[in-house]
C-alpha cells in the first residue's frame, strides 16, 4: 500500500537557519503530494502541493520538489523564523485518499 | 478555499458517555472526512462521509463505535461512542473543495480536542 516516511524529529534550529525536512514515499500510480503544517493547538494548514513530476510547491518562503526518480519530497526554507515552530506533515495523495507521514516536529530558537 | 468550523473545539468527558462533534462548511462539497489524531502522533481516516449515503469506514473503525451523519452538503457530525481514555485525541473533519479547483486536496477544520477521564 502507500506510504509516507518522513524524519523524526524534533529539529532544533536557530532562527534564520536553513531548514530541510526529508520525505520520501511508496506509492502506486502517480500522486499528488503534500506538506500540511500544525501550529500548537491548530488544526493542519496546507502549506504547498505538486502534482506531477519535477513540480515546485512554493509558499511563505517554503519549498518542496516533486522528484519521481528519488521518491522524494523535502521541505526546504532558507532562512527559519520562530513562528516556523510547528508540527509538519508530509502526505500523498493516489486517488481521493490522504496518506500522512508521521510528522516532523520543528522548533526554532532565536 | 472552503471555510471549515468545527464544534466543540475542545471538551472533557467521562468514561462511558458520547459526545457528537459538528463539523460545518461554509460551501457545499461533495466528499468530507473525518481523522483522528492521537496524542503525538499522525493522522488517521475514520470515514469518508458523503451526503445521500452510508458513510465508509476505514479498518478499525466500525460504525457502532462512530457513528457518522451527513444530512446535507455542508455539514456533518461524528460521535464518539462509550468513550474510554483511549479515545482521548483531536478529532478533525476535512474537505476536498470544488471550487479550489482541485479534488486531489483535502483542507481541515480547527480540530475538536477530546480528553477522557
Known amino acids: 500500500g502507500d506510504s509516507v516516511t518522513q524524519m523524526e524529529g524534533p529539529v532544533t534550529l536557530s532562527e534564520e537557519a536553513f531548514l530541510t525536512i526529508n520525505c520520501t514515499y511508496t506509492a502506486t500510480g502517480y500522486p499528488s503530494l503534500f506538506w500540511y503544517v500544525q501550529y500548537p493547538g491548530e488544526g493542519l494548514q496546507l502549506l504547498l502541493k505538486?502534482?506531477?513530476?519535477?513540480d515546485k510547491g512554493s509558499n511563505k518562503g517554503f519549498e518542496a520538489t516533486y522528484r519521481k526518480e528519488t521518491t522524494s519530497f523535502h521541505l526546504e526554507k532558507g532562512s527559519v523564523q520562530v513562528s516556523d515552530s510547528a508540527v509538519y506533515f508530509c502526505?500523498?495523495?493516489?486517488?481521493?485518499?490522504?496518506?500522512f507521514g508521521g510528522g516532523t516536529r520543528l522548533m526554532v530558537k532565536p | 478555499s472552503a471555510v471549515i468550523s468545527q464544534k466543540p473545539s475542545r471538551d472533557i468527558c467521562q468514561r462511558g458517555t458520547s459526545l457528537t462533534i459538528q463539523c460545518q462548511v461554509d460551501?457545499?462539497?461533495?466528499?468530507m472526512f473525518w481523522y483522528r489524531q492521537q496524542p503525538g502522533q499522525s493522522l488517521t481516516l475514520i470515514a469518508t462521509?458523503?451526503?445521500?449515503?452510508?458513510?465508509?469506514?476505514e479498518s478499525g473503525f466500525v460504525i457502532d463505535k462512530f457513528p457518522i451523519s451527513r444530512p446535507n452538503l455542508t455539514f456533518s457530525t461524528l460521535t464518539v461512542s462509550n468513550m474510554s481514555p483511549e479515545d482521548s485525541s483531536i478529532y478533525l473533519c476535512?474537505?476536498?473543495?470544488?471550487?479550489?479547483?482541485?479534488?486531489?486536496?483535502?483542507?481541515f477544520g480547527p480540530g475538536t480536542r477530546l480528553t477522557v477521564l
Open positions: 460551501s457545499q462539497v461533495t466528499m
Open positions: 502526505a500523498l495523495n493516489a486517488g481521493n485518499m490522504l496518506t
Open positions: 462521509a458523503n451526503q445521500g449515503s452510508e458513510a465508509t469506514y
Open positions: 505538486a502534482t506531477k513530476a519535477d
Open positions: 476535512s474537505v476536498e473543495d470544488p471550487l479550489a479547483g482541485a479534488t486531489d486536496t483535502q483542507y
